[in-house]
């Protein structure tokens, strides 16, 4: 394990600020308990980017994120900037890092807490112990194919966007699947729709040959539609599901409300090197500033990043094992706060995890 990493974080808009406050105390008490230094070096991208540069995702910023180990990212986007054209929203410089860094898989684990079941919209008994890794493809789909845009053809309107998959990209993404559910309970679901989407045939066709190289994992497939059902319906059926680009955008936040607020969920993006970690709600300019947003999602996301770009298994344990224990507690920001349990801001909630990871 090396001894310094460098990582660059962009806070990015709204409630990222605050956020990302909280999971850097995190990570100074992890730093000084484990002898290992973190070089933290602050930069912009998304709607702040665009106020100070004219583009959210400035050469400089790129420039840090490709020589640093790891990135963390607060959120991006708002209401402010969405007049924009669409080349130069906020939310372009997500896809932007994605592709330059070359991140192609997103991890995105959906685990209900014990001590907030009763948080769910589902029925406790649907919900208990759910622990489920979604694995979602990064580089291909509607997101990046070509041709794209809008145009006009006699007289009106058209807008085109291409679903386009590489057998390259999907071999890779489902070998993370695969390897994934060799560590957890070794099954996979692959979702596609490959009853109308002859790209996603190919998908379908790729993830079962990469299958016989992991005999001993139990591979499924299922139409994207039946698996949005199946999420409510049946989520403890789960373990493994790895998608596409657009349906792992959708399922993964519909999962998240299964844990009862989407301010609970982290996330990694990786990659051949390095890899970006970011919680998986938005910027919420709505409550910015008020002390009030969840950072245990960012401060989860943390503990990703110390486990797969540092190999900081235990820390990274560490700070999981002290989330859980803060809600045990009975601490709650306002997003999962219930009759019975203490109301806390953002940085209080902070200071209750920085306690426990001592």
Same mark, same amino acid.
């Given at each position: 394990?090396?001894?310094?990493?460098?990582?660059?974080?962009?806070?990015?808009?709204?409630?990222?600020?605050?956020?990302?406050?909280?999971?850097?105390?995190?990570?100074?008490?992890?730093?000084?308990?484990?002898?290992?230094?973190?070089?933290?070096?602050?930069?912009?991208?998304?709607?702040?980017?665009?106020?100070?540069?004219?583009?959210?995702?400035?050469?400089?910023?790129?420039?840090?994120?490709?020589?640093?180990?790891?990135?963390?990212?607060?959120?991006? +986007?708002? %209401?402010?900037?969405?007049?924009?054209?669409?080349?130069? /929203?906020?939310?372009?410089?997500? =896809?932007?890092?994605? $592709? #330059?860094?070359?991140?192609?898989?997103?991890?995105?684990?959906?685990?209900?807490?014990?001590?907030?079941?009763?948080?769910?919209?589902?029925?406790?008994?649907?919900?208990?112990?759910?622990?489920?890794?979604?694995?979602?493809?990064?580089?291909?789909?509607?997101?990046? +194919?070509? %041709?794209?845009?809008?145009?006009?053809?006699?007289?009106? /309107?058209?807008?085109?966007?291409? =679903?386009?998959?590489? $057998? #390259?990209?999907?071999?890779?993404?489902?070998?993370?699947?695969?390897?994934?559910?060799?560590?957890?309970?070794?099954?996979?679901?692959?979702?596609?729709?490959?009853?109308?989407?002859?790209?996603?045939?190919?998908?379908?066709?790729?993830?079962?040959?990469?299958?016989?190289?992991? %005999?001993?994992?139990?591979?499924?497939?299922?139409?994207?539609?039946?698996?949005?059902?199946? =999420?409510?319906?049946?989520?403890?059926?789960?373990?493994?599901?790895?998608?596409?680009?657009?349906?792992?955008?959708?399922?993964?936040?519909?999962?998240?409300?299964?844990?009862?607020?989407?301010?609970?969920?982290?996330?990694?993006?990786?990659?051949?090197?390095?890899?970006?970690?970011?919680?998986?709600?938005?910027?919420?300019?709505?409550?910015?500033?008020?002390?009030?947003?969840?950072?245990?999602?960012?401060?989860?996301?943390?503990?990703?990043?110390?486990?797969?770009?540092?190999?900081?298994?235990?820390?990274?344990?560490?700070?999981?094992?002290?989330?859980?224990?803060?809600?045990?507690?009975?601490?709650?920001?306002?997003?999962?706060?219930?009759?019975?349990?203490?109301?806390?801001?953002?940085?209080?909630?902070?200071?209750?995890?920085?306690?426990?990871?001592?």
């Amino acid at each position: 394990m090396k001894k310094n990493y460098q990582i660059a974080v962009f806070p990015g808009d709204g409630i990222g600020i605050e956020v990302i406050r909280e999971a850097l105390k995190v990570l100074c008490v992890i730093s000084e308990s484990s002898g290992t230094s973190f070089d933290l070096t602050h930069g912009l991208i998304g709607g702040a980017a665009y106020d100070t540069f004219g583009t959210p995702f400035p050469g400089e910023s790129l420039e840090l994120a490709l020589g640093s180990d790891a990135v963390l990212l607060g959120a991006v +986007g708002g %209401p402010k900037w969405e007049g924009l054209d669409y080349s130069v /929203r906020p939310e372009r410089a997500l =896809l932007g890092l994605r $592709e #330059k860094l070359g991140l192609f898989a997103n991890l995105r684990p959906v685990r209900v807490f014990e001590e907030l079941v009763a948080a769910s919209p589902l029925k406790p008994e649907v919900v208990r112990g759910i622990d489920i890794m979604i694995i979602r493809e990064l580089t291909g789909d509607l997101y990046f +194919g070509k %041709p794209r845009g809008v145009r006009v053809e006699k007289g009106q /309107r058209i807008g085109v966007n291409t =679903l386009v998959y590489t $057998e #390259k990209e999907i071999h890779r993404i489902a070998i993370v699947a695969f390897k994934t559910a060799m560590q957890r309970e070794k099954r996979v679901v692959s979702v596609d729709k490959a009853n109308v989407l002859e790209s996603t045939q190919l998908w379908r066709d790729v993830v079962t040959e990469v299958s016989r190289d992991f %005999p001993e994992v139990d591979l499924r497939h299922m139409y994207v539609d039946n698996c949005a059902m199946q =999420l409510i319906g049946n989520p403890a059926q789960f373990d493994v599901i790895v998608t596409t680009n657009l349906f792992g955008d959708i399922l993964s936040d519909e999962a998240a409300m299964i844990t009862g607020s989407i301010g609970m969920l982290p996330s990694a993006s990786l990659g051949a090197k390095g890899g970006m970690y970011e919680p998986i709600h938005g910027s919420a300019p709505d409550i910015a500033g008020q002390d009030v947003a969840n950072p245990l999602a960012t401060i989860l996301s943390v503990a990703m990043m110390l486990r797969y770009s540092c190999a900081m298994e235990k820390e990274a344990s560490r700070i999981e094992a002290a989330v859980q224990e803060v809600l045990r507690a009975g601490f709650r920001t306002k997003d999962i706060h219930q009759e019975g349990t203490t109301l806390v801001g953002t940085a209080a909630m902070g200071d209750e995890v920085v306690k426990r990871c001592l």
